[in-house]
């Protein structure tokens, strides 16, 4: 019997089945990728499938922090009014001078990490469901963003912002692009080698175990909800670069976009599993389900019934995926 | 459909019997927004605000928001009538939904004005300031026709699906194609006035169809992410966009580019509104229809509306600069 | 120590005394709150998102969740709207079918959350998007038009007492007595608490759970009829938003997002809060973007006053 | 013959737990199973209450073969059980607990919680079991949730009863309450399996007992004709040295001193001490430690560690001054469930794998491996999840933990809980090692046999007070327990 064989290393295989199990969605999205490009030959052009990526930006940069929270067993559902407010900030701040560009895109990072720490302090000092606090605290977001603004997206961007983040290197692939895929590989490079990353799983794992063993576990949590905050910044002004902004509701709805896909991608509400790797991958499964229903020229309403039916598809193949071992 | 809109016109040239909301000062104004997280709206308010202070027997203007969901509207009707105002203006998330609402307010005897919406023949809507999106639909798609010499292929970018505006807007298009047999639709699609989604939306769509020789987009702000794609994808020297509206983003698109124009929707139905409502209010007899017209701007004229120096996120208007929103 | 009123509000029923308090207060400083046409207004307009919550109540007890029932409810305004087309004579057969699709379409919710295993909140997320596709496959524009007697059942009263009220009450005990009742309902809470647990004593978890999602599918229907009538005609995006809020509405009411527990009487009482407050902002004459922050503050307060208490486990 | 196994194999991922076991029982006989931590014990058991589909082999009760495809079938077929993991549901009273799933209905189909209550009532009457049947079972401590259990599975009208572990978290009158109750249904009939690590137990009330080693059965013998040494020879295929000594030679200085500035009885522990603490269940063994670690206020209590007074304000804060404390309830406080057995191990001493953040995980698995081989761990991996092992090595596992803190006080707080007779040995020896390089341990137990085994001094609690502070040659089993139970003259 296995459990007899003393503290050696995994062999091959089951390290393979191990990372099969829990990468089960980037099988998942390669399948759906080889669709794709089965159904239209758009998926196999370099400059289209750049494209996709900086379409991802906003909601993977936001779904990277959304992550986090999650590792440790809570959630942000207040990202998308933190896009919609950073949006409208950073506009607002630039007001059209290029001189303005780093104290717009810094104050607005600082907001993003502010409110996202309030939503850690109010979460850590509380035995409150994150879930609802986030979802009341994006309303309370909204609000300001409204009240702030006046309701119009008033802000004029500098010229060179939008231009510098669309550039397209080489002619294929996009700064944003290329600024969002850092982000991710850096997220998934110090998730498996910080200590504060670790400290998230074991957390999620079992919050009390952690308190026990002498974790901090207020402090990390705050830290958490903080980087959601300021990745939730950077969304929105990756939006903000990406097509511009042109109302003050830029990031409605996207919370449910980042959260299905943070879900997708293995990471639970109850903690203590996944990571930033499959969230990406799940972004991606989401965005090709949407981009390929539309290229395919299905309606409108045809659009939303295979984009249901692929959320459901996908994460039951992901499931599947998870019990072969 | 002719007929439909020619029976329109007879119906709105109706004289309305203001007797019963004739009612003296002061008056208190009730507006029941269906929405107001869009720029165009803040501005129609604006007009409002700005007319009310002009008169000096209103004394106050309560504004309620929906936020696109019908049934809270008609519990804000329901709120404003509670709060005793005199007169509901009102724009629609869905005309239809709100009718038992306004109708429990016209049987209080307070007036109820259609702002902004297409124009509607009900009974409890006591009149109408409209802009009508079927019209400004068949402009924009007659313009953009002619500027394709009659024949190509075309994609067109609507708001949220199943609002009025949408629907008026795809009818209207249909019905100008007919006398354009040589115009074939590619696809409808729904960008819910979000710059971001019609980008996203039409970057798709420039895989899907190697040849794309017009785009009818009636709404500047999604026209502007429309253009962007063609821009990113070196194709838009191919493509004929429409006219928008005077969305100043869109404007000052026309003008760096010189190619669209612009349809006009008036942010002024507002203040055309209230001074309707307000003669209800006096007595004076009105028509249940009264058309604030979309006119067509070419595009070197609509260049000279661009504000440049004003976010994209802005409409042309005449409001005097203190009551323009901030 | 605490003060008696911050106690108070995170008691038990710290909801219900919320709502007393914000009532109390409307009466006091908005002279239009307490007239009886108010007050009906709100009781009306309550009443759908009160039955809606209700049956998220049974989902989230169950330790599920039901995004799927906005769009839900606005397929079934729709479908009703336009079967009637303002007959009378259609009134007994679209209520059959609003609840047979609400009830249908929360089985097939069960039956896959059981078969496919994935958590709950993709799964009807899929299925939103599904029913809202459905929706704009059926119609992009308003139709058709409901009865009189849908109308009435949204706006009518008896004996002074608005109808849709009523029916709220009798939806509320009826489930109240399903869930404290009867064995299906000791059950939900059991799998709430336990799924495994549950297992083990016998129960059969799977079907305790399609008939939470059925119940869940059920209250569309029912708040469904309630919108449509108020609406009088079947928009399409009559639902867009309700589920959130209905859910909003249920974790305030004391129910665990968790499973196990939960109190239909808080959540009629959370919707009622949001109801109040939503009237009072308007009567006050606050402007509507504050009102939104208004709105937030109020949910983020409310669940920090109604936190639940620590829990000896030793 | 009541209950027959044959062939029995159970396949998990990775894992063979069973392996063509054969097993027989009548009825009338209470037959004990036992094996080291991991033998497949609670698997065997977990196929008979229809919680585990078996690979291949049949079951037959009553010579008749039946497929126990869900733990309702296994009920309806006459099996009851109290599992080894806790399966009450917290947020349910205890009478809901007791009839989950057999609610009683009236006549018209509505549940009847009056009916429920007295029915529950006069379960925990009969077995006199010492519980309130309307409190909510989260409040419950581990050893009333054991009793819950216990009541449940009695509440079936059944002809298997299946105990797996039933004692490990109980008092001693509540074990002899158990025992008491098992000898009764035996004498009407019903067959009891009975699983426990206790050999004391097992002696006193078993008539045969079936040994597991590694997922295969090895041998079933007449309790009367064998001997403990016997057995445990069968179960871990060699004896067990129990000749060494348990106890440290002597004690050093004072290392931590606890007072009450109220009336209370403090208490103080040497370097080297191990210092036993007794009480019965709910005595505040726990509290008291809890109190030491920062994780519950007592403004009257002043800890003073090597001569300075210190304030520990939470768990980290009190790793930080040395004082570590081992959980009682593993899966509730101690355990990361889902995460490997090296991150467990690793968790509270990750700062010292760190540098600018980042963790040195050469470091780590070097570390963890190390000190986890020390503890003669086994699993198949230190990257498995840390669920996947046995309890006994669970309870290695987070003893790892607590020594990569390099504790100068260390609480274990029932470390020896579910823990089979050679890992419960090499614990004790584990402490004793501990005690010899100078840490001062505190021992908190309730099976007196190993307090007195191993404990230098014993600490005995009564209502959350200490009541006697004697070294262990001075007392007597027989003392301890009326000072216990605060009936001490
Ligand atoms: N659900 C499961 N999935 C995978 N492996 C399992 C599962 N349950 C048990 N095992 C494995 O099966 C083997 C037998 O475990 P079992 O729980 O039956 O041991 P046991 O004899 O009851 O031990 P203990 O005395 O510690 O309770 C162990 O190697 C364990 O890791
Ligand atoms: N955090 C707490 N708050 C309130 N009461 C508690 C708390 N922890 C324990 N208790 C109660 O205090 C008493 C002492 O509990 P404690 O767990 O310390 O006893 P113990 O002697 O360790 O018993 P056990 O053998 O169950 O561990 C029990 O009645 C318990 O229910
Ligand atoms: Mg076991
Ligand atoms: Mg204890």
Partial sequence: MSDRTGTVADNLQTRIWRWASSNAIWIVLALLFSVAALLSDAFLRPVYIFNIVRQAAPVGVAAIGVTLVMILGGVDLSVGAIISLTAVLTAVLMDGQVANIPLAVTFALAVGAFIGGINGVLIAYNRISPFILTLGMAVVITGITQIYSGGTARGIVSPGFREFFNFRIGGVVPVLALFFLGLALVGVRLQQTTKFCRNLYLIGSNPQAAELSGLHVKRITIIAYALSGLMGAMAGIA??????????????????????????????????????????????????????????????????????????????????????? | ADEARVMQEKQAAEIVDTSAYKKEGPYKIGVAAGYMGNSWVVFTLQHIKYEASLHDDITEVLVTDAAFNPTKQVADIEDLISKGVDLILYWPVDDKAIEGALKKATDKGIPTINTGGGFVNSPSVTASVFIDQWNLGEMVARRLFQDMGGKGKIFAMLPIAGTTAAVDQLAALKAVMEEYPDIELLSAEYGDWNRAKAKQITENLLQKYPEIDGVFSPAGQMSIGVAEAFDEAGRLSEVIMSPGDEYNGWLKWVRTNNQGGAVTFPTRVGQEALRLGMRILRGENVRRGQKVPSEYISPGAAGVYAETDRPDDWWASELPEAWKPQ | MRDPITSALSSKYGIIVLLGMTVLFAFIFVPEFGTVNNLTNIAIQSAPLAILAIGQTVVIIAGLIDLSVGMLLGLIVVIIADLMQGQSSMTAFAILVALGLGGGVGMINGLLNNLLRIHPLILTFGMLSILQGLIFVYTDRSVGQVSPEFSWMANGTIFGVPFSIILLIFVATFVSFLLYRTRLGAHIFAVGGGEEQARRAGILTGRVKVWAFIFSGLSAGVAGMLVAGRLGTGYPNAGVGYELDAIVAVVLGGTSLAGGRGSILGTIAAVFVLGVASNILNLMEISSFVQILVKGLIVVIAILLNQPKRIVAS | MLLEIKGLTKRFPGVLALEGVDFTAEAGEVHALVGANGAGKSTLMNLLSGVFRPTEGEILIDNRPVQLSSPGVAVSCGVSTVYQEFSSIPQLTVAQNIFLGREPCGKSGILSHKKMRSDARAILDKYNLDLDETSLVETLSVANLQLVEIARALSVDSRILILDEPTAVLSLPEQENLFRIIESLKQQGMLILYVSHRMEEIFSISDRVTVLRDGRKIDTVQTADISP?????????????????????????????????????????????????????????????????????????????????????????????????????????????????????????LERFSSYGFLQQKNERQAGTEILDRLHLVASSVDAPISDLSGGNQQKAIFGRALLCNPRVLICDEPTRGVDVGAKEEIYQLLLGLAEQGVAIIFISSEMKELFAAAHRLLVLHEGEIVEDLPTDQLTEEKVLQAATGTAA
Avoid: C, W
Wanted: aromatic letters at 6%; zero cysteines; glycine letters at 12%.
């Fill in chain 1, 239 to 325: 939006l903000l670069a990406r097509s511009g902004v042109s109302s003050t509701f830029a990031g409605r709805g996207l919370e449910f976009d980042v959260l299905a896909a943070v879900i997708l991608g293995g990471t639970t509400f109850q903690g203590g599993r996944g990571g930033i790797g499959g969230t990406i991958a799940a972004v991606f499964v989401l965005l090709i389900a949407f981009n390929l229903v539309n290229i395919v020229g299905l309606d409108y309403n045809a659009q939303l019934i295979v984009k249901g039916a692929i959320i459901i598809i996908a994460s039951s193949a992901y499931i599947y995926f998870k019990k072969v071992r």
């Fill in chain 4, 229 to 349: 040494q016997d057995i445990i020879r069968m179960m871990i295929g060699h004896d067990i040295d129990q000749s060494k000594g348990l106890k440290a030679n002597s004690a050093g200085d004072t290392i931590l001193e606890v007072s009450f500035k109220d009336r209370r009885r403090g208490f103080k522990v040497l370097e080297g001490e191990i210092l036993g603490v007794a009480g019965l269940v709910g005595a505040g063994r726990t509290r008291l430690a809890r109190k030491l670690i920062g994780l519950e206020a007592d403004e009257d209590m002043d800890v003073i560690l090597h001569g300075d007074k210190i304030d520990p304000k939470s768990p980290g804060h009190a790793i930080q001054h040395g004082i570590v404390y081992l959980t009682e309830n593993r899966k509730y406080d101690g355990l990361f469930a889902n995460l490997s057995v090296l991150k467990n191990t690793t968790a509270s001493a």
